[in-house]
Every structure is written in C-alpha cells, then in structure tokens.
C-alpha cells in the first residue's frame, strides 16, 4: 500500500516539475513584439492630480516563448508616469516572460507634480533585447492648477470678492461656497473642473460673473478630462444660486453633472451658452428669473428645464433640445411647468426652438392657483395635445409658430453636437426681426438682422 503511495506521489511530482520546467523555459524574442498601440495618449492633467489608468498591450505573436529581457521606464523614478506590468509597479522590468502567441497588459497612468502652467509630458517605456530595441511612447498635456478642497462635510468658502484668470485650471473637490454678498468674476477661458459630487454655491445676494467669448469660453464640467467624458452626465453636481444670488453666464459650456442650475429665489441671465449632459436637468428653477439669450440645450434625464412655483422666464433666440441615449433613466422632457403655489409666474419662448425625442416639449401642469401668462412666439415647438396642457390651436399667446415640424438639425448625437438647422430647415425666416434686434448676433458672433433664423445659430 504504501509503494503504491510514494509511486503516485512520484509520478504526480515528475508531471509537476516537467510543467515547471516547461513555464520557465523561455528565449529572447528573435522577432518583433506587437503593440495594441506605439503612443499613448493620456487625458490633460494637472499638477498633483493623478490621472486615470490606461492599457496598452504587448504581443508575442511568435509560436514559441520567450523573455523579454528588459523593459523600463526612459525617465525611470524622475518620470511623472507610473507603469504596471501584468500586475507588477515599478519602472524597470528585467525578464519578463511572456508565452508564443499570447500577450500581457501595461498599465500606465500619470501623476504630476510639475507646476508649469501648460507643459507636454512625454516618456518612453522601452523594451530592450532581441533582435530590435522597441518603444511605446506616452503623451500627455499637464497644466498647473488651484485647488479649493472642502473639509469632510465642512465647504471651502470663497469669502471676497474674487477674479479668476485663465493662467490655471480651478480644480473643486466638494462643496465650494461664494458667501454671501461676494462676487466670483471669471475671465475668458478659464476651465473649472469639479470632482465627483462636488459643486459650486451661491449664497444670498451673491453674484457669479462669468466673462468668456467665442472660442474663449468659460468651462464648468467635471475633473475627468478623457474625451470619452465630455458627454457622459453625473461627473459632478452643478451650481446652486438662492436668496437673491445672480448668475451672469456669457459664452459659457456647463456639461456632464447632474443639474447645471439649481435656483431658489435667484436670478440666471444666459447669453451665448451651451448647456448638455446632465443626468437631471438643465435648469431646475423656483421662484426664479431666467434670461436666456443665444442659449442652446441638449441631453438631459429629467428635462431641458423644469420651472416651479412662480418667476419670470424668457427664451429668446433659444435653441432647447432633449435627445437623451445616455441612459434610460428619467423622462427626457423638455420644459416642464409647475405652478405649485400663488405667484405670478410669466414664460416667454420667442424666435426659439423647442424640440427633441419626446412627443411633447412643453407641459403646463394644471393649477388654479397661479397668475399665469405665457407667450410662444415665432418659434418652432414639438407639441401633443395629450400632454402639453394647453391648446395650441386658435391660442391667442401662441403667434406665428409652428408645432412638430422637424428643425432639422445637423447632429443631434451628443458625441458630435451640432444644432444648427438646415438649410431647408422651416426654422428658417421663421424668426421676428423686431425680437431679433434684441439678439442681433447668433452664438457665433453671425448676425442675424436680415431674416432671423429661429434658434440659438442663424
């Protein structure tokens, strides 16, 4: 019995140590390594933020194993990149196995501590043996960077009066208080990042100013800059305005969190905006003032807009659309009103484009309550009867409009956003030059005084 033991024993051993043997029997690559990419390009950064991670793999398309003698970071321990080989950190490798016909995966990420205001970081993982030196670049851009870190639950104030210039990216990790009766003036093309859950909040009285121009914008979005981010909503919350704050937005872009404005008892004027991406809504006002002129919407779970309780509300020169794919969550409406309680409340949609893929983009709730007015004008609105809660035919406030004809964007895809009209567009000439006068220019500086097309763009 106990032969029989140590026979099997001996056996199972001779299988294991001609299987190990065969693991470790590898040769210097006589060929060319394969790479899923030569360059990598890591999304822009910033000093002290550390990126996200990135693969890249390596081949051995040859029908034997072999080693790879050494593979390295060029800048070694000084570089900002960071590597990691099937599982291993470091920056210098000697003798990795890889087997005929397999590969393995490098991770790559970059952690900046250079202060440069714009730099290009570039470093080479460099493979070294066999019958050719190889290399893999990696790129990126790091920009230097101001941070406003709140303490657990305890936000970070910004407690006078405040200028932001474009020399650094404002970085926001949490809660960011402007107190009350302060100003925050933000200069042409200024990018402000906010990290997961994070937002900005005005307190009563308080004023955002946001200064940008074409091609100069003011950037709110969230802290992750790969491109695949730039559509994808919930990277961050919004800014948050009560109590008689203000915001002045001027060739701004807010995308990608959850609700850009939240108002209570405040005042927003939006001239020449770009609002997108946010997993609830564009614009979530309460007894509240919005002046939008030139402003143009696009993908929101909720709706484009949902406007409660009373205020003042007008579009003119407007383009609000809602061709939501991000996810299924929400109704992706357009403008919802609620008139919950007695206070006047006016909306005024002039020379606009209210449109997207629900079958109606304007709903009045119904209510007793309320003083309300409102005025669709020269413009052009997607409308069923069923859910809208008004008439639109024989309606004395609905004038030389159209309903549920296609604008006829050029892309309503988020990835690739273009909502001017075509050519053909019945949003052409549709607008009234008397109201176009008070926008005479579209959002990109085209003026629009001779047949004014309905919409944000001419």
Request: hydrophobic share 40%; glycine share 8%; net charge neutral.
């Amino acid at each position: 019995m106990k032969f029989r033991l140590w026979l099997g024993m001996a056996a199972w051993l001779s299988v294991l140590l001609f299987s190990c043997r065969d693991e470790i029997d590898f040769d210097s690559p006589s060929g060319s390594l394969s790479f899923s990419s030569d360059t990598v390009f890591l999304d822009t950064v910033y000093n002290q933020v550390r990126s996200e991670t990135y693969a890249v793999k390596v081949y051995n398309r040859l029908n034997k194993n072999v080693r790879i003698p050494h593979l390295y970071l060029e800048g070694g321990a000084a570089s900002p990149y960071r590597i990691n080989v099937d599982g291993k950190p470091g920056t210098d490798f000697r003798d990795v196995p890889l087997r005929a016909n397999d590969s393995l995966y490098i991770f790559v990420e970059i952690a900046p501590t250079a202060n440069a205001i714009e730099a290009i970081a570039e470093d080479r993982i460099k493979f070294e043996g066999g019958s050719r030196n190889q290399h893999i670049t990696l790129f990126s851009v790091v920009q230097d960077a101001e941070f406003f870190i709140s303490t657990g639950d305890s936000p970070k104030f910004i407690t006078e009066n405040t200028v932001w210039k474009n020399d650094k990216a404002k970085i926001v990790f949490g809660k960011l208080v402007l107190q009350q009766g302060k100003t925050l003036t933000v200069n042409k093309g200024t990018k402000i990042y906010f990290h997961k859950n994070s937002s900005l909040i005005l307190e009563k009285e308080s004023e955002l100013v946001a200064n940008g121009d074409y091609k100069e914008e003011v950037i709110f979005r969230g802290d992750r800059n790969d491109p695949r981010y730039d559509t994808l909503p919930a990277n961050w919350n919004g800014i948050e305005a009560v109590d008689g704050a203000r915001i002045k937005l001027n060739f701004a872009k807010l995308q990608g969190g959850n609700t850009a404005l939240k108002l209570k008892n405040a005042k927003a004027e939006l001239r020449n905006t770009i609002i997108h991406s946010f997993q609830d809504f564009g614009i979530d006002a309460e007894n509240s003032t919005v002046e939008a002129h030139n402003l143009v919407m696009n993908s929101f779970g909720a709706g484009a807009a949902r406007l409660a309780g009373g205020g003042d509300y007008d579009f003119i020169h407007s383009t609000i659309a809602n061709y939501w794919t991000a996810n299924t969550t929400g109704d992706a409406g357009g403008i919802l009103i609620d008139k919950g309680e007695n206070a006047p409340f006016s909306l005024k949609l002039q020379n606009s484009i209210l449109y997207g893929s629900n079958a109606n983009m304007l709903t009045i709730l119904p209510s007793a309550a309320n003083v309300f007015t409102y005025l669709i004008q020269n413009s052009l609105v997607k409308y069923d009867r069923r859910s809208a809660g008004f008439n639109w035919e024989g309606n004395p406030m609905v004038i030389a409009s159209k309903a549920n004809e296609s604008p006829k964007f050029l892309q309503t895809g988020i990835a690739k956003m273009n909502l001017r009209v075509a050519e053909d567009s019945p949003a052409r000439n549709l607008g009234n030059a008397t109201i176009a006068q008070i926008v005479p220019y579209d959002i990109v500086k085209m003026s629009r005084l001779a047949s004014p097309t309905a919409g944000a763009y001419q």
